[in-house]
Protein backbone atom coordinates (compact mmCIF):
# COMPACT_ATOMS: atom_id res chain seq x y z
CA UNK A 1 0.00 0.00 0.00
CA UNK A 2 2.42 2.89 0.91
CA UNK A 3 4.82 3.49 -1.94
CA UNK A 4 2.74 1.42 -3.91
CA UNK A 5 -0.32 3.33 -3.78
CA UNK A 6 0.16 6.14 -1.98
CA UNK A 7 2.71 8.20 -0.52
CA UNK A 8 1.98 8.97 3.55
CA UNK A 9 4.97 9.20 4.75
CA UNK A 10 5.22 12.91 6.89
CA UNK A 11 1.60 12.11 8.45
CA UNK A 12 3.06 8.36 9.38
CA UNK A 13 6.59 10.70 10.89
CA UNK A 14 3.65 12.97 12.67
CA UNK A 15 1.62 10.05 13.95
CA UNK A 16 4.98 8.04 15.46
CA UNK A 17 6.29 10.68 16.85
CA UNK A 18 2.48 11.23 19.17
CA UNK A 19 2.82 7.69 19.68
CA UNK A 20 6.15 7.50 20.71
CA UNK A 21 6.10 10.54 23.02
CA UNK A 22 2.98 9.45 24.80
CA UNK A 23 5.04 5.32 25.30
CA UNK A 24 8.16 6.18 25.98
CA UNK A 25 7.60 9.87 27.26
CA UNK A 26 10.08 11.28 25.66
CA UNK A 27 10.73 13.03 22.21
CA UNK A 28 11.30 10.49 19.27
CA UNK A 29 14.67 11.54 17.47
CA UNK A 30 15.09 9.26 14.85
CA UNK A 31 12.21 7.11 13.30
CA UNK A 32 13.42 3.36 11.69
CA UNK A 33 13.33 3.02 7.88
CA UNK A 34 9.60 1.95 7.06
CA UNK A 35 9.86 0.53 3.11
CA UNK A 36 8.33 -2.90 3.11
CA UNK A 37 8.40 -3.88 6.91
CA UNK A 38 5.80 -4.56 9.36
CA UNK A 39 4.87 -2.46 12.23
CA UNK A 40 6.02 -4.21 15.01
CA UNK A 41 10.05 -3.79 13.46
CA UNK A 42 9.52 -0.39 12.95
CA UNK A 43 7.91 0.29 16.16
CA UNK A 44 10.81 -2.47 18.14
CA UNK A 45 13.81 -0.51 15.98
CA UNK A 46 12.86 2.85 16.55
CA UNK A 47 12.54 2.69 20.25
CA UNK A 48 15.80 0.92 20.14
CA UNK A 49 17.20 4.05 17.74
CA UNK A 50 15.79 6.17 20.58
CA UNK A 51 17.58 4.32 23.43
CA UNK A 52 14.34 2.69 25.05
CA UNK A 53 14.89 -0.52 26.42
CA UNK A 54 11.78 -2.46 25.19
CA UNK A 55 9.45 -5.00 27.24
CA UNK A 56 6.71 -7.10 26.01
CA UNK A 57 4.18 -4.76 26.64
CA UNK A 58 6.03 -1.84 24.65
CA UNK A 59 4.17 -3.23 21.19
CA UNK A 60 0.67 -2.77 22.38
CA UNK A 61 1.12 0.82 23.82
CA UNK A 62 2.46 1.64 20.95
CA UNK A 63 0.33 0.12 18.08
CA UNK A 64 -2.86 1.47 20.42
CA UNK A 65 -1.24 4.74 20.41
CA UNK A 66 -0.13 4.98 16.93
CA UNK A 67 -3.84 4.28 15.96
CA UNK A 68 -5.50 6.81 18.17
CA UNK A 69 -2.20 8.96 16.29
CA UNK A 70 -3.88 8.39 12.53
CA UNK A 71 -7.13 8.80 13.57
CA UNK A 72 -7.19 12.05 15.05
CA UNK A 73 -5.18 13.05 11.38
CA UNK A 74 -7.48 12.41 8.44
CA UNK A 75 -7.32 16.05 7.64
CA UNK A 76 -3.44 15.89 7.69
CA UNK A 77 -4.16 12.83 5.04
CA UNK A 78 -5.84 14.69 3.04
CA UNK A 79 -3.59 17.65 3.14
CA UNK A 80 -0.17 16.46 3.11
CA UNK A 81 -0.74 12.83 1.32
CA UNK A 82 -1.32 11.90 -1.99
CA UNK A 83 -1.81 9.14 -4.64
CA UNK A 84 0.68 8.25 -6.70
CA UNK A 85 0.35 8.52 -10.50
CA UNK A 86 -2.22 6.01 -12.25
CA UNK A 87 -3.14 4.22 -8.57
CA UNK A 88 -6.70 5.22 -8.84
CA UNK A 89 -6.99 4.40 -12.53
CA UNK A 90 -4.92 1.15 -12.41
CA UNK A 91 -7.38 0.17 -9.27
CA UNK A 92 -10.50 1.16 -10.85
CA UNK A 93 -9.18 -0.94 -14.32
CA UNK A 94 -8.22 -4.04 -12.55
CA UNK A 95 -11.34 -4.56 -10.43
CA UNK A 96 -13.25 -4.32 -13.49
CA UNK A 97 -10.78 -7.84 -14.91
CA UNK A 98 -13.16 -10.50 -15.24
CA UNK A 99 -13.19 -12.61 -11.59
CA UNK A 100 -10.92 -9.76 -10.07
CA UNK A 101 -11.43 -9.38 -6.61
CA UNK A 102 -9.11 -6.52 -5.11
CA UNK A 103 -7.78 -5.94 -1.48
CA UNK A 104 -4.45 -4.35 0.07
CA UNK A 105 -1.36 -5.78 1.94
CA UNK A 106 0.35 -3.69 3.94
CA UNK A 107 2.34 -4.25 7.32
CA UNK A 108 1.00 -1.01 9.00
CA UNK A 109 -2.03 -0.67 11.31
CA UNK A 110 -5.65 -1.56 10.14
CA UNK A 111 -7.27 0.79 11.70
CA UNK A 112 -4.25 3.08 9.44
CA UNK A 113 -4.75 1.57 6.17
CA UNK A 114 -8.19 2.87 6.24
CA UNK A 115 -7.41 6.08 7.11
CA UNK A 116 -5.06 6.72 4.01
CA UNK A 117 -6.93 4.50 1.78
CA UNK A 118 -10.59 6.61 2.57
CA UNK A 119 -8.61 10.12 2.78
CA UNK A 120 -7.40 10.20 -0.94
CA UNK A 121 -10.19 8.46 -2.49
CA UNK A 122 -8.38 4.66 -3.46
CA UNK A 123 -10.75 2.64 -0.45
CA UNK A 124 -13.87 2.44 -2.82
CA UNK A 125 -12.01 0.00 -5.81
CA UNK A 126 -11.02 -2.13 -2.67
CA UNK A 127 -12.62 -5.16 -0.43
CA UNK A 128 -10.73 -4.11 2.23
CA UNK A 129 -12.70 -6.64 4.47
CA UNK A 130 -10.54 -9.27 3.03
CA UNK A 131 -7.21 -7.80 3.21
CA UNK A 132 -3.85 -8.52 4.66
CA UNK A 133 -2.93 -5.95 7.68
CA UNK A 134 -0.09 -5.84 10.57
CA UNK A 135 -0.47 -9.44 12.61
CA UNK A 136 2.01 -9.52 15.64
CA UNK A 137 2.01 -13.24 15.05
CA UNK A 138 2.29 -13.20 11.61
CA UNK A 139 4.81 -12.26 8.54
CA UNK A 140 4.17 -10.91 5.32
CA UNK A 141 4.07 -13.92 3.60
CA UNK A 142 1.73 -15.93 5.89
CA UNK A 143 -0.65 -12.53 5.84
CA UNK A 144 -1.30 -13.14 1.97
CA UNK A 145 -2.71 -16.57 2.85
CA UNK A 146 -4.87 -14.93 5.30
CA UNK A 147 -6.55 -12.59 3.12
CA UNK A 148 -6.71 -15.23 0.06
CA UNK A 149 -8.38 -17.57 2.73
CA UNK A 150 -10.59 -14.47 3.93
CA UNK A 151 -11.31 -13.70 0.52
CA UNK A 152 -12.42 -17.42 -0.75
CA UNK A 153 -14.70 -17.58 2.12
CA UNK A 154 -16.38 -14.08 1.46
CA UNK A 155 -16.66 -14.80 -1.98
CA UNK A 156 -17.32 -18.35 -2.14
CA UNK A 157 -14.99 -19.35 -4.49
CA UNK A 158 -11.46 -21.20 -4.58
CA UNK A 159 -8.28 -18.91 -5.04
CA UNK A 160 -5.20 -20.88 -6.52
CA UNK A 161 -2.11 -19.64 -5.38
CA UNK A 162 -1.09 -18.74 -8.85
CA UNK A 163 -4.23 -16.98 -9.10
CA UNK A 164 -3.18 -14.30 -6.69
CA UNK A 165 -1.02 -11.32 -8.16
CA UNK A 166 0.79 -9.42 -5.47
CA UNK A 167 1.83 -5.61 -6.79
CA UNK A 168 4.34 -4.32 -4.43
CA UNK A 169 7.13 -2.14 -4.24
CA UNK A 170 10.69 -3.30 -1.93
CA UNK A 171 11.81 -6.50 -2.45
CA UNK A 172 10.80 -7.66 0.76
CA UNK A 173 7.40 -7.82 -0.59
CA UNK A 174 8.35 -9.33 -3.31
CA UNK A 175 9.94 -12.51 -0.81
CA UNK A 176 6.32 -12.22 1.33
CA UNK A 177 5.04 -13.18 -2.28
CA UNK A 178 6.78 -16.32 -2.89
CA UNK A 179 6.52 -17.48 0.70
CA UNK A 180 2.66 -17.22 -0.25
CA UNK A 181 3.30 -18.82 -3.60
CA UNK A 182 1.26 -15.81 -5.37
CA UNK A 183 2.88 -13.90 -8.40
CA UNK A 184 4.49 -11.10 -7.72
CA UNK A 185 4.13 -7.55 -9.97
CA UNK A 186 6.93 -5.03 -9.06
CA UNK A 187 6.99 -1.40 -9.57
CA UNK A 188 9.55 0.68 -8.75
CA UNK A 189 7.48 3.28 -6.94
CA UNK A 190 9.31 3.09 -3.36
CA UNK A 191 12.83 2.91 -2.39
CA UNK A 192 13.89 0.31 -5.24
CA UNK A 193 14.62 0.24 -8.63
CA UNK A 194 13.19 -1.96 -11.79
CA UNK A 195 16.83 -3.59 -11.37
CA UNK A 196 16.21 -4.62 -7.59
CA UNK A 197 13.11 -5.59 -8.14
CA UNK A 198 13.96 -7.94 -10.90
CA UNK A 199 16.58 -9.40 -9.10
CA UNK A 200 14.70 -9.70 -5.82
CA UNK A 201 12.19 -12.15 -8.27
CA UNK A 202 9.28 -10.15 -9.39
CA UNK A 203 7.49 -11.92 -12.08
CA UNK A 204 7.31 -8.61 -13.58
CA UNK A 205 8.32 -5.09 -13.35
CA UNK A 206 7.43 -1.81 -14.46
CA UNK A 207 8.25 1.52 -13.38
CA UNK A 208 4.73 2.46 -11.89
CA UNK A 209 1.19 1.99 -12.66
CA UNK A 210 0.48 5.15 -15.06
CA UNK A 211 0.46 2.94 -17.61
CA UNK A 212 -3.00 1.54 -16.84
CA UNK A 213 -2.95 -0.64 -19.96
CA UNK A 214 0.48 -2.20 -19.16
CA UNK A 215 -0.53 -2.76 -15.69
CA UNK A 216 -3.85 -4.85 -16.86
CA UNK A 217 -1.95 -6.48 -19.41
CA UNK A 218 0.84 -7.63 -16.59
CA UNK A 219 -1.89 -9.17 -14.46
CA UNK A 220 -3.58 -11.10 -17.16
CA UNK A 221 -0.59 -12.62 -17.85
CA UNK A 222 0.25 -13.56 -14.40
CA UNK A 223 -3.07 -14.57 -13.32
CA UNK A 224 -3.21 -16.72 -16.75
CA UNK A 225 0.23 -18.21 -15.80
Do not use: W
Not at 202 to 214: F, K, W
Request: glycine share 8%.
Amino acid sequence: MDHTLLDAGRVTREAYAEAFQEVAGVPMERMAPTAGRTESEIVFETLAFNGVVTGDDHLDAFTAALARAYSVRRDRVRAHARALPGAAEALEAAGRLPGAIQSVLTGSLEAAARIKLAELGLDRHLDLAVGGYFSPVYPKGATIETSRIKAAAAYKTTIAESATVLVADHPLDVRAAQIARARCLGVATGTATETELRAAGADEVLPGLADTRAVLVAVDRLTRG
